[in-house]
C-alpha cells in the first residue's frame, strides 16, 4: 500500500511536471508570434509647417516661439478634445493655452497677420508679378526687390524707398524717432539696444519688412510694450504667419453687461483714448478704423487695445518726414493686403477729436444704450449724438470727454469683478 501510494506520488509528480513544461512552451510559441507589448506612448499634436506657415519664411513673422509649439507648451483648445485635431486653417485667430512649467496654463490668442485666403492671394501675386509663374520661392523674389536691397543701408528710413507706400497706417507718417525705435526693440531677434541694422540678418530683415507691409499689429506690441504702461496685450513670440500674445475678450461680449460694469469700460475707453493722444513719449496715436473687436477685456476686467492694426502714429516731437505728395512709391510690399492706391489722408489733418468721433459712433452706444436710469440716460445719449456728429475743434474734444467721465464715474461700482482696480478703488478718490 505504501509502495503504491508513493508510485502514485510520483506519477501525479510527474504529470504535474509536463503540464509545467507545456505551459511554458505555450507561452515561448505566443511570445514568438506575437508583438511585443507596446510601450506607452504620448499622443502627438501633429502640425504642418503648412498651418503654422513655417513653409512660407522668411516672408513670415518669425520663430522666436516655434519650440514652444512643437514641445506642446502652446495648445489649441480643440486639442483637449480626445481626437488633437488642430482647428480650421482659415480663421483668423484661436483661443489657446500657455505654459513655462506644463503645470500651470494661462490662455493666451493665436492670430494670423490676415486671412489664410489674403495670404495666399498675397503669395501668389508675388510670384506672377515678380517672378511670372504662378508658384516660386517667396523668399528669393521678394529679396530681389529694390526696397529690400535698399535695407542694406543698415538703417530704415523714412525716405524712399525703404517704408513709403506701405500700407501700415503706422508708417503713414513715419519719424526718424519712431522707426528707430522698431529696430531698437525688434523682439524676433537678439535685444542689440542699436538704432543701426547690423544685428539683423538678411532672414531677420525680410521678416521685419515682410510683417511690416501685412500687419503692423505684432510690431506695435514689441516696440511699446505692456509692462512700460502701454494699452497693449503682452506679445510672447511668432511662428510662421501665426503670432502669440496674452488672451482677451473682444468688447462685443460686453455689450450686454450689466449696467456697472458697461461704465466702466467705458470709462477705461476714454481713458485710453486720452493716453494715445497726451503720453510721455510724445506719439500721437489715432484709429484709422474701429469696431467691436478693436479693444479687448483682460480677465480681471482692465481694458485694452486688442487689434493695433488700425494705428496710426505721428510724432509730435519730430513730426512726419515724408510730404503729403499725391504719388507715393509703390511695389509689391505696398500691395500684400490692400489693392495699390495712394493714401489721400494728410498727416497734417488728423486731430485728436479723430479716434474719438468713431469711439463714440461705433462703440459706446452700443455698450451704454439703455442701460441707466432718467434722466442720466438721456444726458448720455446726447453726449454721445454730439459728439459723433462731428466736433469743431480739439479742444471740445476734451470738454466732451471730460463732462462724460463725469456722469459716469458715479455709475460703477467697487467689487471683485474690477480685479483690476480692487481693493484700490475702496482707498482713493482715483477710482
Known sequence: MGRWICCLGSRVADLLMLLLVLALSSNTSTAATASPPAPHIKHSYSFGRTFLGLDKCNACIGTSICKKFFKEEIRFDTWLSSHFKLPPSYLLSYSGNYTDDAKTWRTVDITRLTSKYRHDRADKRICTSLMKTKTCSLERALRRTQRFQKLENKHLCPVFPSVQGLSSPMLRCPSQRLLDRIVRRYAEVPDAGSIYMDHLTDRDKLRLLYTLSVNSHPILLQIFPDVEGWPFPRYLGSCGRLLVSASTRPLRDFYGAAPEVAADLALQLLAVLRFL????????????????????????????????????????????????????????????????????????????????????????????????????????????????????????????????????????????RFAYRYPDCKYSDKY
Open 277 to 416: 493722444g497726451t503720453n510721455d513719449l510724445n506719439y500721437f496715436f489715432y484709429f484709422t478704423h474701429v469696431d467691436a473687436g478693436t479693444f479687448g477685456v483682460f480677465s480681471n476686467g482692465h481694458l485694452f487695445i486688442r487689434d493695433a492694426s488700425t494705428l496710426g502714429i505721428i510724432d509730435k516731437e519730430e513730426g512726419s518726414q515724408l510730404t503729403d505728395e499725391p504719388q507715393e512709391y509703390q511695389d509689391i510690399f505696398s500691395c500684400l493686403t490692400a489693392d495699390c492706391q495712394p493714401t489721400s489722408v494728410s498727416c497734417n489733418s488728423i486731430g485728436e477729436k479723430h479716434s474719438l468721433i468713431m469711439v463714440c459712433r461705433e462703440l459706446l452706444p452700443q455698450l451704454l444704450r439703455g442701460k441707466f436710469p432718467q434722466p442720466v440716460q438721456e444726458k448720455i445719449d446726447n453726449f454721445l449724438q454730439h459728439c459723433a456728429d462731428g466736433l469743431t475743434d480739439d479742444q471740445g474734444v476734451n470738454k466732451v470727454v471730460a463732462k462724460l467721465a463725469e456722469l459716469l464715474k458715479p455709475l460703477r461700482s467697487c467689487d471683485s
